[in-house]
T-cell receptor
């Protein structure tokens, strides 16, 4: 079964600093997608960034970028020039074809706090 | 284009009562997923439905829980005889299609229903 592991329950950095959130996953599939979702206190699930496994180039979205290491099954998220509004829970997620049905598998989450 | 709509936003039930959670997917989406989030935990997959079909219910408890997505109307997650351990946030997500092309469309999430069992 696919699993996603986030080994950092909590992280805290100062505003404007760069922070990296770790994520590893386990799968036997070759074709899949990886995602980072942000969940602020409002509970809304907001897609931050996604990566196609067949693409070697790391995805970037403004201040957010990933370091995708397919062989190591690692998918970390880097937030540059962090802002107070980045404070939230961050979830790493895997999507493949599991038993013929496509679904997202989430990690346990990392609570990120940006301090002023 | 309205997003995924879940109601109610908050639901309080006493032990032994029934809870009904509703989810209207985005317009044009025919695939619905339900997830449960316990406090300080990630989202756990429960069930995946297409119109009038349950595709994967491997994450749903065998007893007291059921889900449906009728041809007309919202998807319903029903929890019978609720217990305190059912207290959680329940999220619905939808997607337009399944297949290679759908990898370009991540799931769109609703804002969740927070169920509290007293």
């Amino acid at each position: 079964a696919q699993t996603v592991t986030q080994s950092q329950p909590e992280m805290s950095v100062q505003e404007a600093e760069t922070v990296t959130l770790s994520c590893t996953y386990d799968t036997s599939e070759n074709n899949y997608y990886l995602f980072w979702y942000k969940q602020p206190p409002s509970r809304q699930m907001i897609l931050v960034i996604r990566q196609e496994a067949y693409k070697q180039q790391n995805a970037t979205e403004n201040r957010f970028s990933v370091n995708f290491q397919k062989a190591a099954k690692s998918f970390s998220l880097k937030i540059s020039d962090s802002q107070l509004g980045d404070t939230a829970m961050y979830f790493c997620a895997f999507m493949g074809t599991i038993g013929g049905a496509q679904k997202l598998v989430f990690g346990q989450g990392t609570r990120l706090t940006i301090n002023p | 284009n309205a997003g995924v709509m879940q109601n109610p936003r908050h639901l309080v039930r006493r032990r032994g009562q029934e809870a009904r959670l509703r989810c209207s997917p985005m317009k044009g989406h025919s695939h619905v997923y339900w997830y449960r989030q316990l406090p300080e935990e990630g989202l756990k997959f429960m069930v995946y439905l297409q119109k009038e079909n349950i595709i994967d219910e491997s994450g749903m408890p065998k007893e007291r829980f059921s889900a449906e997505f009728p041809k007309e109307g919202p998807s319903i997650l029903r929890i019978q005889q609720v217990v305190r351990g059912d207290s959680a946030a329940y999220f619905c997500a939808s997607s337009p299609t399944v297949g290679v092309s759908s990898y370009n469309s991540p799931l769109h999430f609703g804002n969740g229903t927070r169920l509290t069992v007293t």
